[in-house]
């Protein structure tokens, strides 16, 4: 139903700012909850932001104030703009398209993209 492909990952230094883009088609896709959730090497997926059909968003409590995850519809596509980024950041980045269960910690989605790395170096 839906199809995600993620872009806009990098290399970054302590301090600095990246955008991931997520590129969104299918039927319905514009009815989903859209979330970022994000997995570093030997540990659990960790839910990162949300946003619903309605335009709610949520956070999880170490993003909140650096992290903004919007929706351009228009151009079908997902953003998080994160600011202030940490090495505690740094991990594979992905977008996930859900029906249901629109909250901020969700790390289970019903489609999601391929990924893109963040890596953030001190």
């Known amino acids: 139903q839906v199809q995600l492909v993620e872009s806009g990952g990098g290399s970054v230094q302590a301090g600095g700012s990246l955008r991931l883009s997520c590129a969104a088609s299918g039927y319905g896709y514009s009815r989903y909850c859209m979330g970022w959730f994000r997995q570093a090497p030997g540990k659990q997926r960790e839910g990162v932001a949300v946003i619903d059909s309605d335009g709610s968003t949520n956070y999880r409590d170490s993003v909140k104030g650096r992290f903004t995850i919007s929706q351009d519809n228009a151009k079908n596509t997902l953003y998080l703009q994160m600011s202030s980024l940490t090495p505690e950041d740094t991990a594979m980045y992905y977008c996930?398209?859900?029906?249901?269960?629109?909250?901020?910690?969700?790390?289970?989605?019903?489609?999601w993209g391929q990924g893109t790395q963040v890596t953030v170096s001190s």
């Open positions: 996930g398209a859900d029906l249901y269960d629109c909250y901020a910690g969700k790390t289970v989605f019903a489609y």
